[in-house]
C-alpha cells in the first residue's frame, strides 16, 4: 500500500507506530479525522496475519470511529488503536504501561478505550501513564465495561427498525436471529427476553450458546444455519462482513439490525438490502452506545445522563431511515450522509480565523 497515498485519498490526519521490546508492543495508533473533537476510539488486540493486516484494520477502523462519532453526535473525531498479539497468551502489564507512554505522547489528539481483546482491567493499566483512556474500573467513577451499554443501544434501535419496518417499535412476539452471543449480544438478549421477543441463537463458543439457551430459552442452531432461520430479524453480534453474496440470498428477516462493526462486506450489499425492502439499520448508528458511554466520562461520568444519551440511538436510526425515505438512498449511504453533513458543517464554521492563546500571532 503506498501509505501516503492512501491517507490523502481518505484523509487520514495521522499513523503513529509503536515499538517496545521490553514488553513486546507492537502497536500502530490512527487518528482519523479531528474535526468534531479530540479522536476517541478503542484499542483492538488481535493476531494480524501480517503488519499490512494490522495497519489496514487500524486505519478501517479509524475512520468507522469518525462516523460513528459524528452520526451519535458526540464532539469527538474518530482515531482506533491496534495492539499485534494473542490477547489470551501476549499480554503483560509492561506492555499497556508503555502503550500507556505512547497515548500521552500524542497529547490528547487520541482518546483510548475497550473493543475487541482488550479489558477493563487493560485500561486501568493505560491509566497509570495517561489521563487520555476511557472505559476504566467503576470504582474510581469511570463508565467500566461499555458492553452491556452497546447491547442496551442495539436494543433501542432494534426497535427504531421495528417501527420503520412494521410501523410499531413493539418486539414483543418478534423472532430474533442472533449470531455470535458474547458480551453485547448477551445484553441485548435480556432485553429482548424481557419485551416477549423469541430468540434464535449461535455462537462458535458452545459456552456461550448453552447460557443463552439456559437463561432465555433460545433456540439454538449451528453456525452456518443462522442466516437461513424463519424470523424477524437477523442480529449479526460477531463478525464483520456477513452481509455477503452468499448469505444475503437466505436471509427471511425484514430487518438487519446488530452489533457487529462493518456487517456489508460491501456497499453493494447494502444496495441490494434496500432493493430487497429489508430494513438495514448501519452498524455504526446502532453500535453507537458503547463509545456515548465512555464518552460521558470526559465530563465526569454520569451514568443517568450517559443512558439518556443512548436512548438518541433510537432518534439517530429514525432520522437515517427519514434520510434513505427522503433522498432515495439505501440506509447505510443516509448514514454516511447524517455524519459527513455534521462534519462537513463544523469545518466551514472553523474556516474563520479565531485567535487563542496558542497561535503565533498571539505573541504580538
Ligand atoms: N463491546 C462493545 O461495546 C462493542 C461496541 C461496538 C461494536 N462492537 C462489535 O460487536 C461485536 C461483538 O462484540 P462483543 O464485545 O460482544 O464481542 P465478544 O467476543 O464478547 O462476542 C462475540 C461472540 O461471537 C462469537 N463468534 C465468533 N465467530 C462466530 C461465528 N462465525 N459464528 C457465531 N458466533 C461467532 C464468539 O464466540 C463470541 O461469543 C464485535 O464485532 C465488536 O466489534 C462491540
Ligand atoms: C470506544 C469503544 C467503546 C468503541 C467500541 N469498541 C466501538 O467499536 O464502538
Redesign the pocket.
Known sequence: MEMFNYMEEYDYEQLVLCQDKNSGLKAIIVIHDTTLGPALGGTRMWTYSSEEDAIEDALRLAKGMTYKNAAAGLNLGGGKAVIIGDPKKDKNPEMFRAFGRYIQSLNGRYITAE??GTTVHDMDLIHMETNFVTGTSPESGSSGN??PV?GYGIYKGMKAAAMEAYGDPSLEGKTVAV???????YALCEHLHEEGADLIV????KE?AKRAVDTFGAKLVE?DEIYGVDCDIYAP????ATINDETIPQLKAKIVAG???NQLKTMEHGDMLHEMGIVYAPDYVI?SG?VINVSDELDGYNHKRAMKKVEMIYDNLTQVFEISRRDQIPTYAAADRLAEERIRSLQASRSQFLRNGHHILSRR
Open positions: 473493543d475487541v461499555p458492553s452497546t449470531q455470535g452471543v458474547g458480551n453485547v449480544a449461535t455462537d462458535v463458543n456461550a453456525p453480534c460477531a463478525l464483520g452489533s457487529a462493526n453500535n458503547g
